[in-house]
């Protein structure tokens, strides 16, 4: 048992290439050996029924030659029926015996037997009976098995004797020995192509695995993700190989994101850190003494500590929604809530600005915000502060990338499809269709050089889109340079 059980633990359960072997093997040996016995069995059958029929028309043939002199019970008679049954036992190698009609042995072609009953084995007692019958069984003398036909003679409706025929059986068993052998032979070898087969079956589809297994190893240990694996093959293995690949590929991509990211935020927040630095200094130096000056730097020192705070909290929100965790408190959000709150929100930029915030209904006219925006009744399923936050992003770029004396112009409506749009449209200086694809991306500002005065760091929309995706949404743009842009963010209605 505890051989066993290593057997199965250290040999079997950690291989693959061994299950297969063994699995092969077993199948393969068990199906062989059934259509063997199977085989083995017909044959006997066959050659015992060609046996006894050999043996029937031995008896009949001889039952004709002395029909007579059994019924006349004399010593020539006798005589002629010893004679005749030791001829033909002799040419075809049989034992014959024959008995009168009370089972007594008349005659018997091997060591005689005379006067014995043979009444009560079997076969002659049935023949005694007026039929043809045979049997089979194992003679304790030579310790063989042997077949017997015994046929009854009749004469004007009686029996008259009875003629059994023997065959020893050795010879159909040494027949159906070498059979076996054969048969044994052919499992073996069988067996043999089975374990080559299944070993280099097993290497096959081992070698891949053995080789993503260490590569995973590799990458676990080392977090080098510059390696992939050879694809070869064009099976399931190889489509393996192929995810796994992709996989790398990706991870790869997340660590030069991760690191990009790490560069990016360590440089935004150097420059406003290096710049309070240089107030600071310029304060010591004798800035501090001259009032006008002082207030001045004062205010620069007030801005920088407020942008840092700003980047500060963009970045925790970002990795807050990178660390996948939900929102805790989900709510039914209205959407007029929403956009108002938000519209609020940055209200005082808009007119410190002097650009115009007006509402507009799903056909595009000018509304006042009531009529503007949809029922309390159209809600979305999510968390208010992030959506807010979401929303209010959005807003603040239409109003910081439109100049002065320009109009951004917020709509929401349901759609067909239990979807909720809102819009935000301004006549600002819209955005490269080469930025356009990127602008979502983290840290990505489109021309640098006008963006600088706005202060941003790029992260807004990043920021945005995260939040509207956990809401199962998406945001779109579109835009034309130098005439304004739209921002569409599109949520599923709950
Ligand atoms: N309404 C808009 N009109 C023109 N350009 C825009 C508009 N909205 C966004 N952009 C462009 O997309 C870039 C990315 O916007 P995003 O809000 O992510 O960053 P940001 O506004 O520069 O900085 P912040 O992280 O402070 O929001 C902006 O730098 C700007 O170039
Ligand atoms: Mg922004």
Redesign the pocket.
């Known amino acids: 048992m505890n051989l066993l059980d290593r057997i199965l633990h250290k040999w079997l359960f950690r291989s693959l290439a061994n299950q297969l072997l063994i699995t092969y093997l077993l199948v393969i040996t068990i199906a062989l050996l059934a259509v063997s016995l199977w085989a083995l069995v017909a044959i006997r059958k066959e050659s015992l029924t060609d046996l006894q029929n050999t043996l029937e028309v031995e008896a009949v043939n001889l039952g004709l030659e002395i029909d007579n002199d059994l019924v006349l019970d004399s010593a020539q008679a006798r005589k002629r029926i010893q004679s005749a049954v030791e001829r033909r036992a002799s040419k075809l190698g049989v034992a014959i015996v024959v008995v009168d009609k009370d089972g007594r042995l008349l005659s018997d072609s091997s060591p005689p037997l005379a006067g014995k009953n043979l009444s009560n084995e079997q076969e002659i007692n049935e023949a005694l009976a007026g039929v043809i019958s045979n049997s089979t069984r194992s003679e304790p003398v030579s310790n063989t098995n042997w077949l017997y036909v015994a046929y009854p003679v009749r004469s004007m409706g009686e029996t008259t004797g009875v003629i059994r025929v023997g065959v020893a059986l050795t010879e159909i068993e040494r027949r159906l020995q070498r059979d076996l052998i054969v048969f044994l032979e052919i499992i073996f070898a069988t067996g043999l192509v089975t374990v080559l087969i299944s070993l280099w079956l097993a290497t096959r589809v081992n070698r891949p695995v053995k080789e993503m297994s260490a590569l995973a190893k590799q990458i676990s240990i080392s977090g080098d993700f510059s390696a992939f694996l050879p694809v070869s093959r064009k099976d399931e293995i190889g489509e393996l190989c192929l995810s796994f690949n992709q996989m790398i590929g990706r991870l790869r991509e997340q660590e030069r994101m991760r690191q990009e990211f790490i560069a990016n935020a360590s440089h935004e927040l150097k420059t406003p850190t290096m710049a309070i630095g240089s107030v600071v200094e310029a304060l010591q130096a004798g800035a501090a003494e001259d009032p006008k000056l002082r207030g001045q730097f004062l205010q620069s020192l007030e801005r920088l500590a407020d942008r840092l705070t700003?980047l500060i909290q963009?970045l925790l929100d970002i990795s807050k929604l990178d660390s996948g965790a939900e929102a805790s408190d989900q709510e039914a959000v209205s959407i007029a809530q929403l956009v108002s709150d938000a519209v609020e929100q940055v209200r005082g930029s808009a007119d410190k600005k002097g650009v115009r915030l007006v509402f507009r209904n799903a056909e595009g006219q000018d509304a006042s915000e009531t009529e503007a925006l949809p029922g309390a009744e159209v809600r979305v399923l999510g968390n208010f502060l992030q959506l807010l936050r979401a929303v209010t992003?959005?807003l603040?770029?239409?109003i910081?990338?439109?100049p002065a004396g320009g109009l951004v112009a917020v709509q929401a409506f349901t759609t067909t499809e239990a979807k909720v749009l809102v819009k935000i449209s301004?006549t600002?200086?819209?955005?490269e269709p080469a930025?356009l694809p990127h602008?979502?991306e983290r840290f990505?500002?489109?021309?640098k050089a006008r963006?600088r005065e706005?202060?941003?760091?790029?992260?807004?929309?990043?920021i945005?889109r995260e939040i509207i995706a956990r809401h199962h949404g998406t945001v779109a743009v579109d835009?034309i340079v130098g005439k304004?842009?739209t921002?569409t963010i599109q949520l599923p209605v709950s």
């Open positions: 700003s963009d992003n959005i603040t770029n239409a910081n990338y439109t301004d600002g200086v819209g955005i930025d602008i979502f990505y500002r489109a021309d963006t706005t202060g941003g760091t790029g992260l807004g929309l990043a945005t835009s304004g842009s921002f």
